[in-house]
């Protein structure tokens, strides 16, 4: 699409300014190559708006506060599916059997720092169900997003059917009820299954994080790659000293941690143990 087949103006300026402003309220760092991207999810909340001109838009923005979130929500890119990169679940069960074998004294804690509408979540709900051979296992997931549209939807557990039709029958038996009526091509989450996770509002670019740790995992999965080098090294050393001593940090399939190496050293395929100091 070119500038003359617009139906807003969108400068250069205008490009820049939303740029200092994704990176400022959520880390988002937007290269050049994004500019596209930008004007289609921003033009749609200048329609919402009734708005004509970006520079409108923009005004209003730093106007309104609760404009913010909806900002962030447009720019936000939530590819997700069920137990998507499914070794992580795999080395999941394993380290779950190996914290019960050691006769663990409390729960288990995972969170899930980019939940998005709630796949990864429920995944790690099922794998801890699948581990421990129960409805109830010694597990708590928090889960988080910054976009509070998609943390809407996870909560809901309401899916498509399609977006399970990769699992294993007997998976989506015990773990799903399929819609009639209404509802019909529609599956929800089982309750005992939605009562392992826990949901919050979170931006990992906050000053103050509503979490406390320790926690035995952490995935924050193809999140990283939207931050650049130094909005990284922050993020992790935040998650550093949320893990226990045995904690895995699961990335995402690209993201590699190199520029952290007094923080984190890889333990697996796209899997990284935090680094202590040796007294």
């Known amino acids: 699409m070119t500038e003359k087949q617009r139906e807003f103006d969108f400068t250069d300026k205008d490009f820049d300014r939303i740029r200092i402003l994704a990176h400022k ?10 500019r596209d991207m930008v004007y289609s999810r921003i033009a749609r909340r200048l329609r919402s708006l009734g708005l004509t001109r970006f520079e409108e838009y923009l005004h209003y ?33 394993e380290q779950l059997q190996q914290l019960a074998a050691v006769g663990l004294k409390r729960p288990i804690h995972i969170w899930s720092s980019a939940c998005s509408t709630g796949e990864e979540a429920y995944s790690l709900a099922m794998t801890a169900v699948e581990a421990f051979g129960s409805w109830t296992p010694p597990v708590k997931i928090l889960a988080t997003d ?28 015990t773990f799903f009820v399929k819609g009639k009526g209404s509802r019909l091509g529609k599956v929800k989450v089982r309750e005992q299954l939605a009562q392992l996770v826990q949901f919050n509002t979170l931006n990992l670019l906050a000053p103050q994080w509503p ?12 999140v990283m790659i939207y931050f650049d080098k130094p909005t990284q090294y922050q993020v992790l050393q935040r998650f550093h000293p949320l893990l226990t001593e045995q904690g895995l940090l699961y990335a995402g399939h690209s993201e590699s941690f190199q520029h952290a190496a007094d923080l984190f050293k890889l333990k697996g395929k796209t899997v990284f143990a935090p680094v202590r100091a040796t007294p």
Do not use: M, W
């Open 25 to 34: 309220r959520a880390g988002i760092f937007l290269s050049p190559r994004k």
């Open 61 to 93: 923005l730093e106007q309104e506060e609760h404009e913010a979130q909806d900002f962030i929500n447009a720019l936000t890119t939530n590819l997700t599916s069920f137990f998507r990169e499914a070794h992580h679940f795999e080395l999941l069960s």
């Open 146 to 173: 910054v976009d509070t549209q998609v943390l809407r939807h996870a909560q809901q557990g309401i899916y498509e059917a399609d977006r399970i039709s990769k699992l294993e029958k007997e998976r989506i038996k």
């Open 211 to 222: 979490v406390k740790g320790p926690y035995d995992a952490i995935f924050c999965r193809n």
